[in-house]
């Protein structure tokens, strides 16, 4: 299977799970984390983006993919995903990147 057809395949199975989301890091955050204040929109609450995906699609750190720590891994006040290692490179602002939601304990769930 194609890189993009498995890239659509993982963006359709999302859709219909109900979980995905196309965003763009709006500032740069480094290797560690991604700063989007469009997360904003997703939830206001700490850790309300729990085991979840993050699959980088743009920039130096394309193709990363990471889940999010389990306990802070998403901080509301400052709209901070951290993922739990590190990305292959800084996730700059502009990137863009896809924010996978399963449930916790799914069986399909990426990566």
């Known amino acids: 299977m194609g890189t993009t057809t498995g890239l659509i395949l993982r963006q359709r199975l999302s859709e219909a799970l109900g979980g995905y989301y196309s965003l763009t890091a ?9 700063t989007d ?3 904003a929109n997703i ?3 700490d850790d309300g983006i729990e085991s979840d995906w993050i699959a ?6 394309a193709g990363d993919i990471r889940r999010l720590k389990s306990s ?5 006040s400052s709209t901070v995903l951290d993922p739990n290692q590190n990305f292959s490179a800084t996730v700059a602002s502009g990137n863009t990147y896809e ?3 399963h449930q916790s304990g799914y069986p399909g769930a990426l990566p």
């Open 72 to 76: 802070s891994g998403y901080t509301a």
């Open 43 to 45: 939830t206001e609450n």
């Open 99 to 101: 924010l996978q939601r």
């Open 26 to 34: 709006d500032s740069t955050s480094g290797s560690s984390s991604i």
């Open 37 to 39: 204040a469009a997360l």
């Open 56 to 61: 980088v699609t743009s920039g130096s750190a």
